[in-house]
């Protein structure tokens, strides 16, 4: 990978693509008691990050359609628009049950993966698709996996499960493409910069925003 490829990465890559490295100082602490268990501070920040997530991914994939000069990238988009628009239908189901208010905007990180995207064509556009989804996928993984194996929430846990298989799927059509640095994308995944909260974080809907309005539709 050039050194162009790994500077935007060292600028934008951090395991926050979920939020999930930084939910609060006590993330197990119990917001409310629901009819399907207690909902932490974690919970709800992993559903409202999922939520993100498609709000970045699921456009990527649609520029992936167009822009993609390989079957493979061609391959990989469309697993990004089918698994997350699945995602948001499930956010979109559970989040008024419990309570939770859904955003409509990516972080500022994620608006920069694509508005990054956006603007480049051909074989760089294919090497970064590749490497930077494999690595905030790879990023995310474990966390998926913490939140699954801790909340005691079951939409939470149903919701975890769905995101575990999407982000695993995501990763192997990423690695199919032939193009992931692995060396490169490994690197960042633990070695990260450090971001300000604010560009981890997505904003909150304006006010009189329909709740959950904005994202990708259903599939």
């Known amino acids: 990978m050039g050194g162009a490829m790994a500077l935007t990465l060292a600028a934008l890559a951090y395991p926050g693509m979920l939020g999930l490295d930084k939910v609060s100082s006590s993330p197990d602490r119990i917001i409310a008691d629901t009819q399907w268990g207690p909902l932490t501070e974690q919970d709800r920040d992993f559903v409202v990050k999922v939520r993100a997530a498609g ?6 994939g649609q520029i992936g359609l167009q822009k993609g000069s390989s079957k493979a990238v061609i391959t990989a988009s469309q697993h990004l628009i089918d698994g997350h628009a699945a995602l948001d ?18 972080s500022p990180q994620q608006v920069g993966f694509v508005n990054q995207l956006k603007s ?11 490497n930077i989804l494999r690595m905030t996928h790879g990023s995310i993984f474990n966390t998926v996996a913490k939140i699954r194996s801790t909340t005691k929430n079951s939409l939470v846990r ?11 799927d995501h990763i192997t059509v990423m690695e199919k ?5 692995f060396d490169q994308t490994l690197f960042q995944q633990t070695t990260p910069p450090k971001l300000p909260d604010s560009d981890l974080t997505p904003p909150p809907p304006a006010a009189g925003a329909p ?9």
């Not at 493409?177 to 640095?181: E, N």
Request: aromatic content about 6%; hydrophobic content about 35%.
């Open 55 to 60: 709000l970045w991914e699921y456009p990527v």
């Open 89 to 106: 239908t499930t956010c979109r189901k559970i989040a008024p049950m419990l309570n939770i208010t859904l955003p409509n905007v990516a």
């Open 120 to 130: 480049e064509s051909g074989k760089q556009f294919d090497t970064d698709f590749a």
């Open 158 to 168: 149903a919701l975890a499960d769905q995101a575990n298989d999407t982000v695993l």
């Open 177 to 181: 493409t032939g193009l992931v640095d």
């Open 211 to 219: 709740p959950g309005g904005g994202g990708p539709p259903p599939p």
